[in-house]
T-cell receptor, first 113, second 114 residues
Framework: GAGVSQSPSNKVTEKGKDVELRCDPI?????LYWYRQSLGQGLEFLIY????????KSGLPSDRFSAERTGGSVSTLTIQRTQQEDSAVYLC???????????FGPGTRLTVL | KQEVTQIPAALSVPEGENLVLNCSFT??????LQWFRQDPGKGLTSLLL?????REQTSGRLNASLDKSSGRSTLYIAASQPGDSATYLC?????????????FGKGTLLTVNP
């Protein structure tokens, strides 16, 4: 079946611009995560959605970052007033509720000039 | 705070060799542990998932073991092939309050030479 998809695959933007990154989870997965992978760093948790519960935003690095999940499916991560340190690969994952295994999308590579 | 360490950071082996990648974690109260593979410029592919009650999982040439009490996991790759070249990541999911997010190691970059 279809895996997790993300768009765009690459995004180049100028400092100060806003960007939106999209994630389509695996159908039926109620849990959705966003992670960030910076050069030379490990994967960093950003935000978690589970069904209709309030999301865990504890990993968001600043108030310029926000995310929403509409209809319990598609999620959008928004970064306002982008900075060069926001350059990274943003990965989305969804989790099955039986084995609790996380499946990752291909990521969006964000470059802030 | 959970910390995950992977050793070695990089490994280069000739084709056909058996090899072991190591992962250690500081908090043994885990829900499960996953091994992932990441190819350059790509996302993560899940290789094996070990629940906290399990000791090992096998998939083809891959075998992962878990010793929760000592905070260790190993990924054994048999008869390595050039196509196995990638970064291998270990991640643990905690069993406490934040028991839904994964904490990752920084990975082992594996190169299998033909």
């Amino acid at each position: 079946g279809a895996g997790v998809s993300q768009s765009p695959s690459n995004k180049v933007t100028e400092k100060g611009k806003d960007v939106e990154l999209r994630c389509d989870p695996i159908s039926g997965h109620t849990a959705l995560y966003w992670y960030r992978q910076s050069l030379g760093q490990g994967l960093e948790f950003l935000i978690y959605f589970q069904g209709n519960s309030a999301p865990d935003k504890s990993g968001l690095p600043s108030d310029r970052f926000s995310a929403e999940r509409t209809g319990g499916s598609v999620s959008t991560l928004t970064i306002q007033r982008t900075q060069q340190e926001d350059s990274a690969v943003y990965l989305c994952a969804s989790r099955d509720s039986y084995y609790n295994e996380q499946f990752f999308g291909p990521g969006t590579r964000l470059t802030v000039l | 705070k959970q910390e995950v360490t992977q050793i070695p950071a990089a490994l280069s082996v000739p084709e056909g060799e058996n090899l072991v990648l190591n992962c250690s974690f500081t908090d043994s109260a885990i829900y499960n542990l996953q091994w992932f593979r990441q190819d350059p410029g790509k996302g993560l592919t899940s290789l094996l998932l070990i629940q906290s009650s399990q000791r090992e999982q096998t998939s083809g040439r891959l075998n992962a073991s878990l010793d929760k009490s000592s905070g260790r996991s190993t990924l054994y790759i048999a008869a390595s092939q050039p196509g196995d070249s990638a970064t291998y990541l270990c991640a643990v999911r905690g069993s406490g309050g934040s028991n839904y997010k994964l904490t990752f190691g920084k990975g082992t970059l594996l190169t299998v030479n033909p």
